[in-house]
């Protein structure tokens, strides 16, 4: 796992520029990753509550359909 975040880092510090210095960069790098991550939380949030929506909805017609 760290070895996967590590390789993360490197693939957008070696995205910028050369003349930037290295802490900047990193920097520059863990904000990304974190936006990338809110994004990702995000969707997965969204996607959750489609399907916890969806199910709710499809239990309420099987209710309705086999109740008696």
């Not at 959750?48 to 969806?54: D, N, T, V, Y």
Request: aromatic share 2%; glycine share 0%.
């Amino acid at each position: 796992h760290v070895r996967a975040v590590e390789a993360m880092v490197n693939q957008q510090v070696s995205e910028s520029p050369t003349e930037m210095p290295v802490a900047n960069a990193l920097i520059i790098a863990s904000l990304k990753l974190a936006d990338e991550l809110v994004r990702e939380r995000n969707k997965h949030t969204q996607l959750k509550e489609r399907i916890r929506s969806r199910s709710a909805a499809l239990l309420e017609q099987l209710n309705q359909k086999f109740a008696y």
